[in-house]
Each structure stands twice: as C-alpha cells, then as structure tokens.
C-alpha cells in the first residue's frame, strides 16, 4: 500500500511555472506507475500525465504536452509534475495517483491510490 501527499500548488499569472510534489510513502513506490490528475469545478476528472515505474516512459495529454513534464526520484520516492506556459484552463486541483497494473493509464478508475489534490489557480 502507499500513501500519496500532494504540493506546491497555488496562485500564479497566466504564462507562469508552477512545479508539484507528490510524496509517497513506503518502500515500494519504485513498483508503482504514477499519474497527475485535475478536476475543475463542475467538469470530471481528467488524465493530465503519467509515467512508469522507472521513468523511462512518460505519457502526456494533448492540452499540455509541450508545457507539462512529468519526472519521479524513486529514491527519493516522489513524483514530480513541472508546469511551464500555465493558462486559465489550468486551472483545477491536480491530483496524483498509483496503479501497479496500468502503466500510461489514462483512466483514473485504473488507479488505485490517490492524493487528497492541491489546489492550482491561473489568473488571467
């Protein structure tokens, strides 16, 4: 099992950079494949990025490909989600989350474990 506690949102101007951690505890986070998560107010959850267990695949979607970069340091078992060129659209609480199945997984009902989401606000 694994408990996961998302950081380092917060408000920030259109065009700006914002990078989340999302810490993991236990011993076997190198097991797990790792996914970011939003949710705006009113919309579903939507697949933002993901990555395996190694690191060595990453899987973005459209909207932020080119502006996201997903990374992990396994030793330092933490998965890291860098987010260059923010928009309004951005806007949303992202969450991560773990799947020892599903390795670039889109879908949230793939993951098992989640974080309890930080909020990310863009101002136009």
């Known amino acids: 099992q694994v408990q996961l506690a998302e950081s380092g949102g917060g408000l920030v101007q259109a065009g700006g950079s914002l990078r989340l951690s999302c810490a993991a505890s236990g011993r076997t986070f190198s097991m797990y494949h790792m996914g970011w998560f939003r949710q705006a107010p009113g919309k579903e959850r939507e697949f933002v990025a993901a990555?395996?267990?190694?690191?060595?695949?990453?899987y973005y979607a459209d909207s932020v490909k080119g502006r996201f970069t997903i990374s992990r340091d396994n030793a330092k078992t933490t998965v890291y989600l860098q987010m260059n060129s923010l928009k309004p659209e951005d806007t949303a609480v992202y969450f991560c989350a773990a799947t020892t199945s599903y390795s670039g997984s889109r879908d949230p009902t793939n993951y098992g474990y989640w974080g309890q989401g930080t909020q990310v606000t863009v101002s136009s």
């Open positions: 990555i395996n267990w190694r690191g060595g695949s990453t």
